[in-house]
């Protein structure tokens, strides 16, 4: 079913941060006793009662004030505001309902979104009465919480949960569909990858850097194979993420990048690599998706026959860790080996869903060990009993042994090798568990 997602929002020092931290239940955002601590939207996920969501913190709405933070904080507001399905609206019941608490109800009710109000800062049973005044903002659900001592915080995600009503379905695509993202830094040239790959203008381009503000699922069909492409907004170092905009199209980044199969990184070729490009990836290599990468702007870049060699080891030395990842030096702008990309994609998405039989596995499992047996350890020899695929999208393996303390990252690593060498698996990471025979 699709994400339901909550954003909280009030004027300043009404404490939702304090409330952000209680229903996520650990401490993401920063709660000091002084307002404008919350600038930005923080994102987390949530549940309550078997019902999951994602929760959003956002910076107080202040009314009247037009400085560069405020007008910031607003925007960042509304577009909480735009992408939730729910609304709490967190008033201070001690300090009464303010013109800037009617205001911002005036700004809720356009929205035409559910909205819970929440009367905030009411520590005992006595200051309930506090939270009748608030009734006059005219919306049906109010309740009176405590978020510091948790009074009444459990009615409120009640009222929550209610609200959202019936889930949208999200469109989903068959098994034999690959779903690739395409994904990179700002200014890599992504989008006019995708429309080189379509062979038309699908997709926003700009010179301006995070043109993209949304993901964008483009369905085609090549060769028999059928893809879904899904361009993503360009993914920033998360202490530069000064843009209005740009969180939400990190969210918006990082959803398409659960979607897929096969995430595209693409890296600036006249640019060269930068760390963010390792960030970025990270968040493939987290959810664990099949990877291919593409150096684009290759018809610009001054090179000789080795040039792309050259490219290639460097790269390889900065992202040991996808050394599996087929790469590909393209150009957008003229279109060249950009269909290597859907090649190299179909084979890492066959990969990404491999499955290998348990007798299979464990006579790769056995002969690695014949070749090289495991370490000792203070005087302690590993066994290795047997081995088993668990799971595919990433191919996924359960090894048990003897004890797993002493089996050392090394070896786990050999025995990587070893199955890559037996069955590729090019483009598809690997996970391997270590666990003690029961």
Same mark, same amino acid.
């Given at each position: 079913?699709?994400?339901?997602? $909550?954003? =909280?929002? %009030?004027?300043?020092?009404?404490?939702?941060?304090?409330?952000?931290?209680?229903?996520?239940?650990?401490?993401?955002?920063?709660?000091?006793?002084?307002?404008?601590?919350?600038?930005?939207?923080?994102?987390?996920?949530?549940?309550?009662? @078997?019902?999951?969501?994602?929760?959003?913190?956002? %910076?107080?709405?202040?009314?009247?004030?037009?400085?560069?933070?405020?007008?910031?904080?607003?925007?960042?507001? &509304?577009?909480?505001?735009?992408?939730?399905?729910?609304?709490?609206?967190? $008033?201070?019941?001690?300090?009464?309902?303010?013109?800037?608490?009617?205001?911002?109800? #005036?700004?809720?009710?356009?929205?035409?979104?559910?909205?819970?109000?929440?009367?905030?800062?009411?520590?005992?049973?006595?200051?309930?009465?506090?939270?009748?005044?608030?009734?006059?903002?005219?919306?049906?659900?109010?309740?009176?919480?405590?978020?510091? /001592?948790?009074?009444?915080?459990?009615?409120?995600? +009640?009222?929550?949960?209610?609200?959202?009503?019936?889930?949208?379905?999200?469109?989903?695509? @068959?098994?034999?569909?690959?779903?690739?993202? $395409?994904?990179?830094?700002?200014?890599?040239?992504?989008?006019?990858?995708?429309?080189?790959?379509? @062979?038309?203008?699908?997709?926003?381009?700009?010179?301006?850097?995070?043109?993209?503000? +949304?993901?964008?699922?483009?369905?085609?069909?090549?060769?028999? /194979?059928?893809?879904?492409?899904?361009?993503?907004?360009?993914?920033?170092?998360?202490?530069? $993420?000064?843009?209005?905009?740009?969180?939400?199209?990190?969210?918006?980044?990082?959803?398409?990048?659960?979607?897929?199969?096969?995430?595209?990184?693409?890296? #600036?070729?006249?640019?060269?690599?930068?760390?963010?490009?390792? /960030?970025?990836?990270?968040?493939?290599?987290?959810?664990?998706?099949?990877?291919?990468?593409?150096?684009?702007?290759?018809?610009?870049? &001054?090179?000789?026959?080795?040039?792309?060699?050259?490219?290639?080891?460097?790269?390889?030395? /900065?992202?040991?860790?996808?050394?599996?990842?087929?790469?590909?030096?393209?150009?957008?702008?003229?279109?060249?080996?950009?269909?290597?990309?859907? &090649?190299?994609?179909?084979?890492?998405?066959?990969?990404?869903?491999?499955?290998?039989?348990?007798?299979?596995?464990?006579?790769?499992?056995?002969?690695?060990?014949?070749?090289?047996?495991?370490?000792?350890?203070?005087?302690?020899?590993?066994? =290795?009993?047997?081995?088993?695929?668990?799971?595919?999208?990433?191919?996924?393996?359960?090894?048990?042994?003897? #004890?797993?303390?002493?089996?050392?990252?090394?070896?786990?690593?050999?025995?990587?090798?070893?199955?890559?060498?037996?069955? %590729?698996?090019? @483009?598809?990471?690997?996970?391997?568990?270590?666990?003690?025979?029961?």
């Amino acid at each position: 079913m699709a994400e339901r997602v $909550v954003a =909280i929002v %009030g004027r300043p020092n009404v404490g939702k941060s304090t409330l952000f931290n209680k229903i996520a239940r650990e401490r993401i955002a920063i709660v000091e006793d002084q307002p404008g601590i919350t600038r930005d939207r923080i994102y987390s996920p949530a549940e309550w009662t @078997g019902t999951h969501f994602r929760l959003i913190d956002t %910076g107080g709405i202040e009314i009247g004030e037009n400085d560069q933070i405020s007008t910031r904080i607003r925007a960042q507001v &509304e577009l909480a505001i735009d992408e939730a399905a729910v609304i709490v609206f967190l $008033v201070d019941g001690q300090a009464g309902m303010t013109p800037a608490d009617q205001e911002i109800a #005036d700004l809720l009710r356009k929205s035409a979104k559910p909205v819970v109000v929440a009367v905030n800062k009411l520590d005992s049973p006595k200051l309930h009465n506090l939270a009748y005044e608030f009734y006059e903002l005219g919306f049906a659900a109010t309740v009176a919480i405590s978020a510091e /001592h948790s009074i009444g915080t459990g009615d409120l995600l +009640d009222e929550i949960v209610g609200q959202f009503g019936e889930a949208i379905e999200p469109v989903t695509y @068959g098994d034999d569909v690959i779903k690739i993202a $395409v994904i990179g830094r700002p200014n890599v040239g992504k989008s006019s990858l995708i429309n080189a790959i379509l @062979g038309e203008e699908r997709v926003l381009v700009g010179d301006v850097a995070g043109t993209t503000r +949304d993901a964008i699922d483009t369905f085609f069909t090549m060769e028999d /194979h059928q893809f879904v492409l899904i361009d993503t907004a360009g993914m920033r170092k998360r202490g530069k $993420v000064y843009e209005k905009t740009e969180k939400y199209s990190v969210l918006r980044a990082l959803k398409a990048i659960e979607r897929c199969d096969v995430a595209i990184l693409v890296i #600036d070729g006249e640019q060269g690599i930068i760390d963010q490009d390792k /960030h970025v990836i990270g968040y493939a290599l987290d959810a664990g998706k099949a990877v291919v990468v593409a150096i684009n702007k290759w018809d610009i870049v &001054e090179k000789d026959d080795k040039t792309a060699q050259e490219f290639e080891k460097k790269f390889r030395s /900065h992202f040991p860790f996808i050394s599996y990842a087929p790469i590909a030096f393209v150009s957008a702008k003229t279109k060249r080996r950009v269909r290597n990309l859907l &090649e190299y994609s179909v084979v890492a998405a066959e990969n990404h869903a491999m499955r290998i039989a348990t007798s299979t596995v464990n006579t790769i499992i056995q002969e690695a060990i014949a070749l090289s047996p495991p370490p000792t350890d203070k005087g302690r020899r590993l066994k =290795i009993y047997y081995a088993t695929q668990v799971s595919v999208r990433p191919p996924t393996f359960a090894i048990f042994v003897n #004890d797993p303390e002493i089996m050392h990252f090394s070896y786990v690593r050999y025995l990587e090798n070893q199955l890559r060498s037996s069955f %590729g698996f090019e @483009g598809t990471p690997l996970r391997i568990y270590i666990r003690q025979r029961s």
